[in-house]
Structures are given as C-alpha cells and as structure tokens.
T-cell receptor
Framework: NAGVTQTPKFRILKIGQSMTLQCTQD?????MYWYRQDPGMGLKLIYY???????DKGEVPNGYNVSRSTTEDFPLRLELAAPSQTSVYFC????????????FGPGTRLTVL | AQKITQTQPGMFVQEKEAVTLDCTYD???????LFWYKQPSSGEMIFLIY??????QNATEGRYSLNFQKARKSANLVISASQLGDSAMYFC?????????????FGQGTTLQVKP
C-alpha cells in the first residue's frame, strides 16, 4: 500500500490564482481530513469527510472547497489564493469510527506571493 | 471549547536520558482520545501513541509512554533512553469522541533536541 499520497509536494502561486491539492489513499479508509500547518504552529482542520459524498467544515474552511466523489480521493481547492494561505497542507485518513489512528500524507508546501 | 496546550516551546535532553513533554487539555466531553505525533525536520507526521479517556492504564509503545492524569487533564509524553533520532517537533492532539468524526485538535508543539 502507498498509504496517503499528496501532489504536488511544492507549489508557488501568485495572488488570485487557483489550484487543487490532490490527496489519494489506497487503504479503503472512510474518513479523510485536510489540515494546514502554519510556520511554528500545530495543525488546524480545514475540511473533513466521513465518506464518499459527505463533507463538512473544520476550524478554518474559509477560502477552500473540497469534494469527495470517491472513497480514495479528497481534493482541496483554493479558488483565489491569498498570502494568508501560505502553509503546509496535510491530508490524512482514518479507517472508520472505531479506529483511532489517522494516517498522514507527506504534505504539500504552498507559497502564495 | 476544546483546547490543547503545550507550554514548552523547546526542550533539550542528553542522549540516553529520559524526557517528559507536557500536554494539558480542556474538554467537557466525557469521551475523548489523546494522541502524540512526531514531526521530524523532513516534515512528515508520525503517530506515536494513543490514550483513550476511559482507558484504565497508561498507554505504552516501546520507548514512549503516556502519563495520563485525568483529574489534572494532562497527558504528558515520556520518552525513555533518548536517541539522536528523537530530535524533532512533538505534537499533542485531542480527538472529540462524542461526535465520532475523528477531528483532531493540535497543540502548538514542542521542539526536542537530543544532545550527544
């Protein structure tokens, strides 16, 4: 199993540009999450999904959108990039309600200039 | 509101010695879970240990143990016999058990440096 994969690893955007961060897991996990980590800080939840077709907002959803059309994929969309969205983005997945561990992807480092 | 607090921005420890990283939490839910993650300089998040709020015994995983004091709302990580490879950022996190969504709330982290 590849686990949780994220693309791209690095990206530089100009203010106002859009992009999609890709996240895929091959563990048949129902639950998926997007977090962001600002420099020197802990992770904050952006969006999460408890299954295909179901998504909900986390702590810091403004400026982002998600979709979950399949169990495997959970892309994160930035529509109008702003410097405040400069961060490292982590995708994570969890098998189900009765399982504790969240498996994290390697992260995407995004800079908005 | 739920909150995780890590009051030690940075810690030093001598190789082969034990070190305790502090974590306090705040929640009104009776069911919750507490996690510790390690983030080395390469950036990935590595799961270390988990403690459920109803677990009677402190969790242990190899050289890692979680000192869970429910009344004090603390969940300190103890690393025994520190190794140079333990140098990293460590995050304490809490899962809200009542909602079953598995959402994690993270502390700000503690940077641990192991001296040879």
């Amino acid at each position: 199993n590849a686990g949780v994969t994220q693309t791209p690893k690095f990206r530089i955007l100009k203010i106002g540009q859009s992009m999609t961060l890709q996240c895929t897991q091959d563990m048949n996990h129902n639950y998926m999450y997007w977090y962001r980590q600002d420099p020197g800080m802990g992770l904050k939840l952006i969006y999460y999904s408890v299954g295909a077709g179901i998504t909900d907002k986390g702590e810091v959803p403004n400026g982002y959108n998600v979709s979950r059309s399949t169990t495997e994929d959970f892309p994160l969309r930035l529509e109008l990039a702003a410097p405040s969205q400069t961060s490292v983005y982590f995708c994570a997945s969890r098998l189900g309600q009765n399982y504790n561990e969240q498996f994290f992807g390697p992260g995407t480092r995004l800079t908005v200039l | 509101a739920q909150k995780i607090t890590q009051t030690q921005p940075g810690m030093f420890v001598q190789e082969k010695e034990a070190v305790t990283l502090d974590c306090t939490y705040d929640t009104s839910d009776p069911s919750y879970g507490l996690f510790w993650y390690k983030q080395p300089s390469s950036g990935e998040m590595i799961f270390l240990i988990y403690q459920g709020s109803y677990d009677q015994q402190n969790a242990t995983e190899g050289r890692y143990s979680l000192n869970f004091q429910k009344a004090r709302k603390s969940a300190n990580l103890v690393i025994s016999a520190s190794q140079l490879g333990d140098s990293a950022m460590y995050f304490c996190a809490m899962r809200d058990g009542s909602s079953n969504t598995g959402k994690l709330i993270f502390g700000q982290g503690t940077t641990l440096q192991v001296k040879p």
